[in-house]
């Protein structure tokens, strides 16, 4: 298949496969040969913060002179975008090529009857096999959604990591902390470390009796790693990295947010697991230094400022909310919303509505994105501030940014497809 046609073929099995389960993948990887087993892994769950961990744990394996594939879910722009390998991300032919090979046993186990895969077990399949033809020495596989049904969980991974607990997709995971926590906490297995960033007291409390039920190790962040002593600089942060087997001092980390300094600990523990030693100061400084991130507190454009940011649940708004009080504490925000229609707006908007001075809600193209003009309806009630709305991405940018004027600031969040769809519109490269 060439890219295109591999387009429409994963396209063809959205909405296949059932409900969550690891029967499938398990059935795929006995065929394939289990290419998965071919590395070391590092697995990523989380409510928030699984992509970033996941970059900058890639970026310190590869400044310790490993070569690294890594998975992550969902793509801002394009679909390759989810396998990389050294943080290159796949070429068009190379994803078409590992989804064609992936492809050969799917259709075999289509055809006899045996089962329908869906896109993600599809691109999941692909990843795996993808890392084992490139011949990394270790992959970093973010989780889908959950953990312990997702399709990435056929791994056996040497290092677990939850990076942080919240209230997302409830309908599937659970209504309350405990339970959510049960869920991504399953990825840990017998003979994996399990790394945890900062988690609620229900949470940990679920994470820490897996960790006694399975009798594995348990670094949490805290007590037993972290970041201190951080300083914000221009276009950045300055601090030490307390890991768990060292102290990496001096430390910059070029992004937005006092919280990827976490995300940035969190990884450094999570490799320190993988390595089973401390890592090398300046691979450390090196790797961070190179750090980016595509849709989180990312600038895209002046006059006005423009900025994107995933976040899509209240957690990861009040997280967004607070990083963009301590780092534009005057700044005021023309805020582009689009959400999807399993996310709980309300809460959302209480965190951004100190910061805004208007709103432009609007929809990307899918069926699950919550129409502009009702989610407009949702936010008038929580706002004291005009609400206008536009069912075209683009018009809503036009507007949010005339609105704002040359010396003004924009925001676009509420959804990782309308923060892709804003740096299509703004000529922004995946990276």
Known sequence: ????????????????????????IQT??????????????IHVAGTNGKTSTS????????????????????????VEERLAVNSRIAKPEEFALAVSDVAAFVDLLEERGEALFSYFELITGASFAYFAEEAVNAAVIEVGLGGRLDATNVVDAEVCVVTSIGLDHTELLGDDVASIAAEKAAIAGPSSIMISGPL?????????????????????????FGAEHAERGIGGWLATIAGA????????????????????????????ALLGDRLDPDAVRVAAAAATAPGRMEPLASSPLVMVDGAHNPDGVAVLAEALTEEFPTT????????????????MIRHLAPLAVGVVATAVSSQRAVPAEELAGMVRPLVDVEVLHSGDVGAALDMARTEAGPKGAV??????????KVRDLLASAPR
Not at 28 to 41: A, C, R, T
Not at 411 to 420: A, E, H, I, K
């Open 332 to 347: 005021r925000w023309h805020i582009v919303l689009g959400v999807m229609g399993d996310k709980k707006v309300e809460p």
């Open 245 to 272: 087997e060292a102290r990496y001092e001096e430390v910059f980390l070029p992004l937005h947010g006092r919280y990827q300094l976490t995300n940035l600990a969190v990884a450094t523990a999570s490799v320190e």
């Open 200 to 224: 609620p007291d229900a949470a940990l409390d679920v994470v820490t009796a897996r960790v006694r039920e399975l009798g594995i190790h348990h670094r949490h962040y805290g007590p037993d």
């Open 1 to 24: 298949m060439d890219y295109a046609q591999t387009l429409a073929y994963l396209d063809g099995h959205i909405g296949l496969g059932g409900g969550p389960g690891l029967d499938r």
């Open 28 to 41: 795929l990887m006995d065929l394939m040969g289990h290419p998965e087993q071919g590395y070391p892994i």
């Open 55 to 78: 970059r900058l744990a890639t970026l310190i394996l590869v400044a310790h002179g490993l070569t690294t594939g890594t998975y992550t879910s969902p793509h801002l722009q394009v």
């Open 411 to 420: 925001l676009v969040t509420g959804s990782l497809y309308l923060v892709g």
